[in-house]
């Protein structure tokens, strides 16, 4: 049983700041890939940002320059720091993990969903 917990959500102004952090826990062998996504409403779910187990980072390109994303490999932790956040950052964002459990099975995992909101 592996599970995802998110933190770090909530309401900040355009032009602020928010640091997501999602936790994996249970039975992980090795987490080979992190994502991070978002959802606004009446949208599609939207990749936003992905690092690798060796650290190669892509991100959208509404993003770049303003987000990064970054893991602790120890901690079998992944954030997403946002900056310069504008009103269209808006959404619930979801971490996902591509793990290898200690079965030795690979499957895909995601977290519960934060919302950011951020205001005009």
Do not use: H
Not at 29 to 45: D, E, H, L
Not at 49 to 59: E, K, L
């Amino acid at each position: 049983q592996v599970q995802l917990v998110e933190s770090g959500g909530g309401l900040v102004q355009a032009g602020g700041s928010l640091r997501l952090s999602c936790a994996a826990s249970g039975s992980i062998f090795r987490i080979n890939v992190m994502r991070w996504y978002r959802q606004a409403p009446g949208t599609q779910r939207e990749l936003v940002a992905s690092i690798t187990s060796g650290g190669s980072i892509t991100y959208t390109n509404s993003v770049k320059e303003r987000f990064t994303i970054s893991r602790d490999n120890a901690k079998n932790t992944v954030y997403l720091q946002m900056n310069t956040l504008k009103v269209e950052d808006t959404a619930v964002y979801y971490c996902n993990a591509e793990i290898l459990t200690r079965l030795l099975r690979t499957n895909d995992y995601w977290g519960q969903g934060t919302q950011v909101t951020v205001s005009s």
